[in-house]
């Protein structure tokens, strides 16, 4: 396992990150940076995102689309992932995270303006994702399936694994249950849900996912408030770590920018193709409507979500007990300010963030089944596997889990920004005519293929 983890730093490290922000500096120069300039539209796209454009009865709204894609991102990696980033990088991990989820978030727009772009129609839904835009944008249908596989593989089964391993350890901790116990009831639960359909994934996404997340931002609240005298000493404790000269000569910077970016990202998924897969499925007027609306999802992520979870460590972390991290970490920090409460908090927390990343990336698998084959059967046999998978990852070793995620993330990411970057001004064209209908007054932008020539159209077929 060893060399295992030295190969994927090694690919992380000099191929990835390399990779990931030449494209998110290139998108950001091309769209006139999009994610700051266009901000206050974000929130204009989000106020008037709980309706469709279609049948009510037959199509997602861009609001559940966007809550679908928030529970992938919002999982285990903003509490589990931000306190191991510290453990092992240093307060400047957090400063880096911010710094990536600014300039990334582009990707975020770009992938996911393309999967409304070349998204189908379903029955009761649209579909699309990286495997769909891949196909009908570059033609490749080798790339694409290349695509479906490691889109299975890192959400479906890496990253759901990462969410029940996390869950497991966390239910142990807080109420001493075994995690077979914990894998046997996230099991019970899926089953359930995933057999449901995109419908009642985006039902369950739509209330449990904001509910939760207000109250894990409240507790975070409330920590600060009580301890706001210590919060600039926090930050100067950021900065200076991700800065500083003692951190420079230890070597510790370079560790804290690799941990900052690749906890950052597996929280966020900016550019690694999985929000595409339900970002597709929103019924909006224009495809940059909904690429607006998951840049504003990363935002939501990382400099919320996990910045709690930051303040909550950093502003405990005086007498945390060696060798205490991960969720155990955020546990313990989080029991100083509230009392022993915070263990059950937490680990309630946990699970519903943790099971609504496993239910929005077991959709993301099965739409990427869904390019391959149609069959009843395969599908439902794939979300057996699937359940069966997470369950197993409930019981390895977080190390294990840990690592075998960051590996199978690094070639997603690169697979996903090659073809992103291959089709960017088919995006560029689309904002263009977003902005000048904006700039004309329309309050809702609508798109009309016909009306951009340079478009290539053949096979955009919901529009």
């Known amino acids: ?46 106020k008037r995102s709980g309706t469709t454009v279609g049948d009510r009865k037959r199509n997602i709204s861009s609001f559940e689309a966007f809550m679908i894609s928030l529970a992938s991102r919002v999982g285990v990696g903003n509490l589990a992932g931000v306190a191991l980033a510290i453990t092992v990088g240093g307060p400047g991990a957090v400063f880096w995270m911010w710094v990536m989820a600014i300039i990334n978030s582009v990707s ?43 889109n299975i593989f890192t959400f479906s089964f890496g990253t759901c694994s990462v969410q029940s391993n996390t869950m497991a350890i966390s239910n142990f901790e807080a109420f001493g249950i075994s995690p077979e116990i914990t894998a046997v009831l996230i099991a019970v639960i899926m089953l359930f849900i995933v057999f449901g359909g995109i419908h009642r994934i985006a039902k369950f996404s739509s209330v449990i996912v904001p509910v939760m997340a207000a109250a894990y931002i409240l507790v975070a609240l409330f920590v600060v408030v009580v301890n706001i005298r210590e919060v600039p000493t926090v930050l100067l404790e950021i900065v200076k770590n991700a800065f500083g000269i003692e951190q420079i000569a230890g070597g510790s910077v370079g560790a804290a920018f690799m941990l900052g970016t690749k906890r950052g990202l597996f929280s966020n998924e900016a550019g690694m193709g999985s929000a595409p897969n339900a970002a597709a499925t929103a ?9 607006l609306i998951q840049t504003l999802g990363v935002f939501v992520d990382t400099l919320c979500i996990c910045s709690c979870t930051a303040f909550i460590v950093m502003l405990s972390a005086s007498d945390i007990p060696d060798g205490t991290t991960g969720i155990a970490l955020t546990q313990y920090a989080l029991s100083k300010e509230i009392g022993a409460w915070a263990y059950p908090f937490v680990a309630l927390i946990i699970f519903i963030f943790g099971f609504s990343t496993c239910i929005g990336n077991a959709y993301y698998g099965e739409a990427n089944m869904r390019f391959l084959t149609n069959n009843g059967n395969i599908i439902d046999l794939f979300r057996i596997v ?19 995620m960051d590996f199978l993330m690094a070639f997603m990411v690169i697979v996903n920004l090659v073809a992103i970057t291959a089709m960017g001004n088919k995006v560029y064209l689309l904002l263009k005519n977003y902005r000048m209908q904006r700039k004309q007054g329309i309050e809702n932008p609508v798109f009309r293929k016909k009306e951009i020539p340079a478009l290539d159209v053949r096979d955009v077929e919901c529009w």
């Open 1 to 46: 396992m060893e060399i295992f983890s030295n190969i994927t730093d090694f690919i992380w490290n000099y191929i990835v990150i390399v990779v990931m922000l030449l494209c998110a500096l290139w998108f950001g120069f091309r769209t006139r940076f999009v994610q700051i300039t266009m901000l206050k539209e974000m929130f204009r796209a989000v």
């Open 108 to 150: 975020a727009f770009m992938e996911s303006t393309l999967a409304q772009l070349y998204k189908s129609r379903r029955k009761d839904s649209f579909i699309g994702g990286p495997a769909y835009y891949i196909q009908k944008g570059l033609h490749s249908r080798t790339l694409a399936v290349v695509a479906v596989v490691l």
């Open 283 to 291: 019924d909006v007027p224009h495809p940059v409507n909904q690429g």
């Open 386 to 404: 699937m359940v069966l998978v997470v369950v197993a990852g409930a019981l390895v070793s977080l190390e294990t889990v840990w690592v075998i």
